[in-house]
């Protein structure tokens, strides 16, 4: 049985090899069975938002979540990609929405982070600014 570091490195060899035209084709794995509704719940949507939001009916939300219906494989193959990088869907699928949505966040959170005498570093740690009368903590 393989390590899951030798099927990385097995998968990253098929990669360069078609990249390089050594092989025509790649086999994507699509997963079998995908819970819909855990990805929903973990985006934080109703069904009706997460239909809206990434193009499906919201009768077949419905039915997958009650087990009625499995999603076909290029459903299953859309929500991998949404469970493991939703904004990259996003992304794509709205392109001018998501540039102004971030900046109007990014200012929000660091307006909430300065009122609250929170400083970001690069590394994404954050410190408490200190005032004239108190020392300066690490968060």
Known sequence: ?????EKLMSGLDEVEAFLAGEREGMKVHVPDEVDVKSIRQRLNMTQS??????GFS???????????RTPEAPART??????RNP???ITALYPDVLPKA???NGTRFV?????????ANAR????????????????
């Not at 049985?1 to 570091?5: L, P, S, V």
């Not at 919201?58 to 009625?68: M, T």
């Not at 307006?111 to 400083?119: L, M």
């Not at 410190?127 to 690490?138: F, K, P, T």
């Open 1 to 5: 049985m393989k390590t899951a570091f």
């Open 49 to 54: 938002r997460f239909s809206e939001t990434f």
């Open 58 to 68: 919201l009768d077949a939300i419905k039915h997958w979540e009650g087990g009625r």
């Open 78 to 83: 859309l929500l991998t990609v949404i469970d």
């Open 87 to 89: 904004a990259a869907v």
């Open 102 to 104: 971030a900046r109007t």
């Open 111 to 119: 307006s909430k982070a300065k009122r609250r005498g929170i400083v």
């Open 124 to 139: 994404g740690n954050g410190a408490r600014a200190h005032s004239r009368n108190s020392e300066r903590v690490r968060a």
